[in-house]
Nanobody, 125 residues
Framework: QVVLAESGGGLVQAGGSLRLSCAASGRTISNYAMAWFRQAPGKEREFVAAISWIINTDYAGSVKGRFTISRDNAKNTVYLQMNNLKSEDTAVYYC???????????????????WGQGTQVTVSS
């Protein structure tokens, strides 16, 4: 059973940057697709970015060109670099690992499990 722990959230002004980390323990994640989702108050959890085991990536349209997902298999960690942050990026950010066993990227919440506890990102305008 893998345990995921997010970190790196905080308060930042609009236009600023943050890098989120998702550290995995319990087993290697190198063969699994990993994803970031976010949930703003009163809204459903939504897809942000995903990375496959062969480093294909996918991004939600609202963050494409501003966010970059990456992974360091040696550190068993996934990252989300967030640049040019906007107030609408304010949310709790969660990482998750794919449970399909295919290692392929997906935007579907049901394809992911082992959710972390989340890290708060607040962007002030």
């Amino acid at each position: 059973q893998v345990v995921l722990a997010e970190s790196g959230g905080g308060l930042v002004q609009a236009g600023g940057s943050l890098r989120l980390s998702c550290a995995a323990s319990g087993r290697t994640i190198s063969n699994y697709a990993m994803a970031w989702f976010r949930q703003a108050p009163g809204k459903e959890r939504e897809f942000v970015a995903a990375i496959s085991w062969i480093i294909n990536t996918d991004y939600a349209g609202s963050v494409k060109g501003r966010f970059t997902i990456s992974r360091d298999n040696a550190k068993n960690t996934v990252y989300l670099q967030m640049n040019n942050l906007k107030s609408e990026d304010t949310a709790v950010y969660y990482c998750a690992g794919d449970v399909t066993g295919l290692g392929l990227i997906s935007r579907r919440i049901v394809d992911y499990g082992n959710w972390g506890q989340g890290t708060q990102v607040t962007v002030s305008s």
